[in-house]
């Protein structure tokens, strides 16, 4: 057993750092360390850097032109990216679409769409949740109803992320009502400016304007949209959810924000002396911190498999589960650590040109308290993934 | 031993219930905390004329309740409807400390409170004072009859709405000393008096303030040179019992909404109630729910008694983590549907949750009970 990285993996993690300090704009990491949101050009502008070295399509094969690099290389790379305030990589077609269409598109849509994801012509959604069909995705309602050489999509999907943003959509649609649940199922690639197509926003919580709701009403769609074939649909979806995600436990992303809560606590004072020294807080922060050190090493461990050949089974719902739980606990910490400044809402006092309410690490910690009781919802409840779990291990 | 509300209590909640689950609605208050004022006058109104603000005050005082369990009877039912208009800003903090400490040309002002035609705020809590009710760095001089205020007063509640300020500030002693805090009432239009307002994350709008050579009279002082730390430990003893009760209200309507919602909501064929791990969780929910309820009582019960700080820390600590977990619970039992802004457990959660950011989270009430168990 050797807990360190090889001489190989810290070169390559010195590479990713000098990176780091020489291309990501200082402007767009300080943004994304406040909270701040960078939008659809500081998306577009941080993926075409990374584009341009090459690394955007890091978990790609490289007969797909990817850098194919392996599980702890991911690991490594997401780590740092969190470490330096990167912004996250906008999964959807990237590491969501790309996948499926490697494994079960055709060489005409590998051609044509996979180049158009990395160099930023398309921006995808992705469109499987609808109203009623959430934790039981299998339930989906949305008909896509063949006629000639189009299938005509009539039905409504919701919690579409970025949506408003996109150009294209991966939709899963019913192709056969009658066929058990999860056989009548089709995956069909959608152009956002069809007619027929309506975006709204749904404002969350925290007043953010993150998800959609997308309706389709007689929408055509060319066949040749269609990915694999028809009423297979589920098999690439559970692929797609299934396939190898080393970043799911955001170890990257919870250790970047148990040392902003840290910062924070040496600057906030109780009673006279630093935060960071009450032993009430000092307990719940070193509690979090212990719990992230094992997660850390769970991971790797589960990384380390997977690199091996080992494909990560229900180990991924684990992290899911931990991860999460870690991140919503510091996210309640940062929260606590600014003390009445938490009241303010950010989005006046941090988007307009007026000067910042109380301390600048103040702003948006109670909505991203918020925000993110979404982790342990989305991408598969923490309830569905314990099921998982249960399921696998308990033989039943 | 009786645990009923009185029958004048018992008409006051149910008036007050009526009146918001009818007037109050999601539609309607979402409209109000998107407003510029991001408060209701018409609500305002109508609630002081239904006497729940009266309710809030002795007899002695113009009012017509102003006990504990008045208090908590008001405050349960704001914080059910998720009502974000000032209600402990304007009556108990501002309305309250006039009337413990005010003279008699200032007493009038209780009356106006009461009658709904005044709002208040209070201008204690400062950039670096976080919960620490005795720091104080804002300092008040004499300069002839007249005193000058200089100082920045942070997350000033209600402050754009309110006709006055009630400011303090030293007039001696050092930034903690309990000593030589005074109080007084400022009007909002003072010369020297600037304020940055916004919006706040649960609902009401709150400004930092400026006091740059503010000039007032010494009549403005609100009660003796130096020694406002008593009263105003008071009124946050009774802020604390209405904020308790407000945020068990709101608890109350997050496991209700969360009822509702396991029941209709179906997934896989069935009711998701019907999990029997969901179900589980929301029993524990409703116990925590009554564990509540009875910190509430114990706070609101003991708000006379020599044991008030220790029974209100308890309350405040309880109430603090069992609200952050119905209040997380409740949202992950929903699923997205409690993430969007118009559905009413997201409101009622950031009312439960931001709760914890006035006058003390969970850590600094635990600690109040220690330190105030050891005594």
Redesign the interface.
Known sequence: MDLSYTQEELAFRDEVRTFLEEKLPKDMSDKIRRGEHIGKEGHELWHSILNEKGWLSYGWPKEFGGAEWNAVQRHIFEDECAAAYAPRIVPFGLSMLAPVLQKFGSKAQQDHYLPRILDGTNWWCQGY?EP?A???LA?LKTRAVRDGDHYVVNGQK??TTLGQYADWIFCLVRTDPDAKQQEGISFLLIDMNTPGIDVRP??????TPEVNEVFFDNVRVPVENLVGEENKGWTYAKYLLTHERTGIAGVGFSRAGLDAVKRVARQ?????RPLIE?P??AA?LAQVEIDLMAMSTTNLRIISQATAGQAPGVESSMLKVKGTIIR?EIN?LA??AV????????S??VEGD??P??PDYAGPV??Q??NN??L???GG???IQ?GIIAKVKMGG | MDFNLTEERQMLQDTLRRFLSERYTTTERNAIIDSDTGLSTEIWGELAELGVIGALFTEDQGGFGGAGFDISTVFEELGRAGVVEPFLDTAILGGGLIAALGNDAQQGFVEDVIGGSLHLALAHGEPASRYDLSRVETTAKADGDDIVIEGRKAVVINAEAAGYLIVSAREGGGPFSLDGISLFLVPAEASGLTMQGYPMMSGGRAAEVTLDNVRVSASARLGAEGAGFQALTDVVARANVALAAEAMGAMESATELTREYLMTRKQFGRPIGTFQALAHRFSDLLIELEQARSAVTNAAGHLDSDDRDRQIAAARNLIARTGRLVAEEAIQMHGGIAMTQEYELAHIAKRIVMTDHRFGDADYHLERFIGLSAA
Do not use: C, V
């Not at chain 1, 749904?202 to 007043?207: E, K, P, Q, S, T």
């Not at chain 1, 906030?268 to 006279?272: I, V």
């Not at chain 1, 003390?339 to 950010?346: K, N």
């Open positions: 949740s009623g959430g934790s039981d339930s919701t919690w749904i404002i969350l919580l925290d007043g906030e004072s109780a009673n006279g009450n009430h807080f719940r919503q309640d929260r606590r003390g009445p400044y938490a009241m303010p809402f950010a006046e006092a007026n000067d309410i109380g109670a909505a308290y918020f009781r979404k342990s919802i989305f409840s923490n309830e314990r």
